[in-house]
């Protein structure tokens, strides 16, 4: 039985936008492991031919990662020996590198392992894997899996997709109701990518006047932030739900609203319009959500633009809370209608 690896160790729309390239590597073997990070082990939960999930947090990927020790090295070796994969496909963003990964993977006796790759791997790729500049994440990764002789089956068009899951939550469905709603997810892991509080309050506020009901969704770390921001007028969400209910919440809606962030890529995955709030302090070409049901609102050419600031380094933070109050609503028209 013929097992394959497949590493993504940073975030949970890291994760979720690797999900086609492991369908990939799905087709051509019995079994897939996914070795993931701490913040995209709920997001690799979701993804469908998933078989088996390890955590591990990489000390060249995560802020807060522990001191790097030997015995954390060492426990991942163990594990991979455990597992002995026949392959290991190392998936990365395009500013990452994959060797740190790849030189584990050696230690722990993997005959091949491929990544995308640019700098010198010596010994360490099996699969030294080259992509043009710009292509989107999802087709980036994709691209890896094919080069290593993975292709999707026929019938699977590469998009976005999680596992079938029940619906929302009925504590939370009761607090929705059963009128149609636009989610708004106002917050970001990196505050440059978000509006500011104030903005999203004020976009929030635009959609009901508009005559839109609004479900305002956060994380529980971030229930001062949807308070704010839902305000008298929409419903706050914050902290109610887990993933896999905010993907039924995102399933639910008419369309999601939210940054550059994890959110959008899971209202994408599974299937609601997107209109993206999206600052260019990285390329909108690579990350913006996948798919064809995509508005993509802010200024592509502001000063912040290709910085990968992680706080906004413009005053008054122009590229997304300049979006006009009509063209959000106008967005939100064009995919979910009249009010």
């Known amino acids: 039985m013929s097992t394959a690896l497949v590493a993504r160790l940073d975030s949970a729309g890291d994760v979720l936008i690797t999900g086609p390239a492991v369908r990939a590597v799905a087709t051509h073997h019995d079994r897939v492991v996914m070795l993931v990070g701490p913040r995209g082990r709920a997001a690799a939960e979701l993804l469908p031919r998933v078989d088996e999930i390890v955590e591990w947090q990489a000390p060249w990927v995560d802020f807060d990662s522990p001191e790097l020790t030997a015995g954390h ?38 005959a ?27 087709e980036r990764a994709l691209s890896l899996a094919r080069a290593g002789g ?22 939370v469905a009761e607090v929705i109701g059963t009128d149609r709603f636009i989610a708004f997810h ?34 529980g770390e971030e229930r001062d932030l949807t308070g704010l921001v839902a305000g008298d007028a929409a419903v706050d969400l914050g902290g109610r739900v887990d993933l896999p209910g905010l993907a039924a919440v995102y399933a639910a809606a008419r369309v999601v609203v939210a940054p550059n962030t994890g959110p959008a890529h899971l209202a994408a995955a599974v299937g609601t319009p997107v209109v993206s709030l999206f600052a260019p302090v990285v390329p909108a070409s ?16 502001s000063a912040c633009r290709a910085t990968r600031a992680r706080t906004c380094p413009v005053p008054g933070h122009p590229c997304l809370d300049g979006i006009t109050d009509s063209r959000l609503v106008a967005a939100v028209h064009q995919w979910g209608g009249a009010p």
Not at 193 to 218: I, K, Q
Not at 286 to 301: F, R
């Open 73 to 110: 090295v060492e426990a991942l070796v163990k594990q991979l020996r455990d597992i002995a994969p026949d392959r290991a496909f190392v998936f990365t963003s395009f500013h990452q590198s994959p060797l740190p990964l790849a030189l584990l993977c050696r230690m722990a006796g993997v």
């Open 112 to 138: 091949w392992t491929g990544a995308i790759c640019e700098d010198y791997p010596g010994t360490l790729l099996d699969l030294r894997h080259h992509v043009p500049d710009g292509i989107p994440e999802v």
């Open 150 to 171: 993975c292709d999707l089956p026929g019938g699977d068009d590469g998009g976005l997709r999680i596992r079938d899951l029940p619906g929302v939550p009925r504590d």
């Open 186 to 219: 106002p917050g970001a892991a990196v505050p440059a990518r978000m509006p500011t509080p104030g903005r999203s309050a004020g976009m929030v506020r635009a959609l009901c006047e508009a005559g839109y009901r609004v479900v305002v969704t956060g994380s």
């Open 286 to 301: 690579q990350w913006s959500p996948y798919g064809d049901a995509v508005t993509l609102l802010g200024d592509q050419n």
